[in-house]
C-alpha cells in the first residue's frame, strides 16, 4: 500500500478528539487507511444491509459491542447512530474513541453540526496526491496522469484507467446521484456529465448548460450540487472581494479527479491527451487538485479562488494565506513566454499591499524566477504550495 500523506494529521486528531470523521470521495482509500491505522478497533460498514439493520434496530446494544469505540464505515447511511456516539463520548471523555467514514458531505455534516460540534476532528481523504504517487514511481508525464487519474486501486492493482473508470461511474457516481435525488433519465444525466467535462476549468454557464441538455436551469443546479455532494465536482469560487470593477462572479468547474474527464471525453492514452483541444483545461485541472490535495492532507481549510473581471484580467488561481493573496497562472505549454505572467502582474496591480509574488506553473524544463514571480514545473517540485507561499 502507498503511504498517504495524511495518515500523521489522522493520527494526531484521534489522540485530541473522542471522533475523528473522515470523508471524501468513494473509492478514494478511506476504509484501507482508517482499518491500517487503527487496526485493534471493530469494523463495521454500514452499506452492509445487516450490519445497518441491526444498528438502526437497536443503536444502543449496536454501539455496546464497541466498548472503546470502533470504525464505522459510510456513516451518512445511518446519521441516527450520532446521537447515541454523542451521549458515549460524552459519557466516557476519552479520545480516539470513534472513526467514521462518510462519502456525502452535506448529510455528514448537517447531521455532525447538530450531535457532534467540537467533538469530532474533520479531515477529507481525496485520492492520491502526487507526493504519494512518488513512492510508486519518482517522475510522471503528466498526460499519463489524466488518464490514469489518482484513484488508488488504478495505481496499486495496475487496473485499466477505462476500465475501472466505467464502472466507477455505474457503481458510484450514478447510484448517488439517484440515491440523492429523483434522477428521471439517465441519458440526459449522462449526456450533462460528458458536456461538463467539456468544459473543465470554465465558469459555469447554467442557462447554456440547460439549453444543450434540454432540462431546467434547477435541475442543473441541483446536479452539480450533487456530484459537488459526492465529491465528484469541486467547485473554485470567484475573488471579487476589495475590487471595485465589474468582475465574473460565477465559480469555475473542475472534477476532483482527473481521469474520470478523459473517460468522459473518450481520451485513452496520453498522446490523445497530449493533442487534445482541451489539454489546457485538463492540465490547468490537474495542477489545482494537486494544490488541493497539500492542503486537505495536512488537515488544513482550502481558501483558493480565480479572478476574471471585465477589462479581461483573469488569474487561473488565487491562494489567500494569513490575508495575502498569491496569484498562480497555470499553462499547459513547454515554453515560458512573458506573456503568460500578464495576469499575475496586473492582479498585483488591483491589491498592491495584499498580493504576493505569483507563480507560474507550466510544463517546461526550466525552473527560475521572473519578475519576482516563481516559474516551476508543478511535477517536479517537492510541495507546489511552499513554492506559492514561499514556504
Known amino acids: 500500500m502507498i503511504p498517504r500523506s495524511i495518515s500523521a494529521e489522522l493520527q494526531e486528531s484521534a489522540r485530541e478528539y473522542p471522533v475523528v470523521t473522515l470523508h471524501g470521495p468513494r473509492q478514494s482509500g478511506k476504509t484501507?487507511?482508517?482499518?491500517?491505522?487503527?487496526?485493534?478497533?471493530?469494523?463495521?460498514?454500514?452499506?452492509?444491509?445487516?450490519?445497518?439493520?441491526?444498528?438502526?434496530?437497536?443503536?444502543?446494544?449496536?454501539?455496546?459491542?464497541?466498548?472503546?469505540?470502533?470504525?464505522?464505515?459510510?456513516?451518512?447511511?445511518?446519521?441516527?447512530?450520532?446521537?447515541?456516539?454523542?451521549?458515549?463520548?460524552?459519557?466516557?471523555?476519552?479520545p480516539g474513541m470513534f472513526i467514521l467514514t462518510g462519502s456525502h458531505q452535506p448529510r455528514l455534516q448537517e447531521a455532525i453540526s447538530q450531535t457532534l460540534a467540537g467533538r469530532t476532528a474533520i479531515l477529507t481523504l481525496l485520492p492520491f496526491s502526487l507526493e504519494e504517487l512518488r513512492n510508486y514511481a519518482k517522475e510522471w508525464n503528466p498526460y499519463d496522469l489524466i488518464?490514469?487519474?489518482?484513484?488508488?486501486?488504478?495505481?496499486?492493482?495496475?487496473?485499466?484507467?477505462?476500465?475501472?473508470?466505467?464502472?466507477?461511474?455505474?457503481?458510484?457516481?450514478?447510484?448517488?446521484?439517484?440515491?440523492?435525488?429523483?434522477?428521471?433519465d439517465l441519458n440526459l444525466f449522462q449526456q450533462f456529465l460528458k458536456l461538463i467535462a467539456g468544459r473543465v476549468g470554465q465558469t459555469v454557464n447554467y442557462t447554456s448548460l440547460s439549453n444543450d441538455v434540454g432540462v431546467s436551469g434547477t435541475t442543473i443546479k441541483n446536479w452539480i450540487s450533487v456530484l459537488k455532494a459526492s465529491y465528484v465536482l469541486y467547485e473554485l469560487p470567484p475573488y471579487f472581494e476589495n475590487i471595485r470593477k465589474r468582475v465574473v462572479k460565477s465559480p469555475k468547474i473542475y472534477f476532483t479527479d482527473i481521469g474520470l474527464i478523459a473517460y468522459l471525453l473518450g481520451i485513452e492514452t496520453p498522446e490523445q491527451a497530449e493533442r487534445d483541444p482541451l489539454r489546457g483545461g485538463l492540465y490547468e485541472n490537474l495542477v489545482i487538485m494537486e494544490i488541493l490535495k497539500v492542503l486537505t492532507n495536512r488537515g488544513q481549510r482550502p481558501d483558493l479562488h480565480f479572478y476574471r473581471d471585465a477589462q479581461g484580467i483573469e488569474v487561473d488561481l488565487i491562494v489567500n494565506e494569513d490575508r495575502t493573496l498569491?496569484?498562480?497562472?497555470?499553462?499547459?505549454?513547454k515554453t515560458f513566454t512573458p506573456g503568460i505572467a500578464k495576469g499575475i502582474e496586473r492582479f498585483k496591480s488591483l491589491l498592491p499591499d495584499r498580493v504576493g509574488n505569483g507563480t507560474v506553473f507550466y510544463d517546461g524544463d526550466r525552473d527560475f524566477d521572473f519578475k519576482g514571480n516563481r516559474v516551476r514545473n508543478p511535477l517536479r517540485v517537492e510541495d507546489p504550495y511552499g513554492v506559492i507561499t514561499g514556504g
Open 32 to 94: 484501507t487507511l482508517v482499518r491500517m491505522i487503527f487496526p485493534d478497533k471493530p469494523y463495521f460498514s454500514l452499506e452492509d444491509p445487516d450490519i445497518r439493520m441491526a444498528a438502526e434496530e437497536d443503536p444502543r446494544g449496536f454501539l455496546a459491542r464497541m466498548e472503546d469505540g470502533g470504525i464505522l464505515d459510510e456513516i451518512q447511511r445511518l446519521p441516527i447512530l450520532l446521537s447515541y456516539i454523542q451521549g458515549i463520548v460524552d459519557e466516557k471523555n476519552r
Open 147 to 184: 488518464v490514469r487519474g489518482f484513484f488508488p486501486r488504478v495505481h496499486e492493482q495496475g487496473l485499466k484507467a477505462g476500465r475501472f473508470y466505467s464502472g466507477y461511474l455505474q457503481t458510484y457516481v450514478e447510484r448517488d446521484v439517484r440515491a440523492m435525488i429523483q434522477l428521471k
Open 326 to 333: 498569491y496569484p498562480i497562472e497555470i499553462k499547459s505549454a
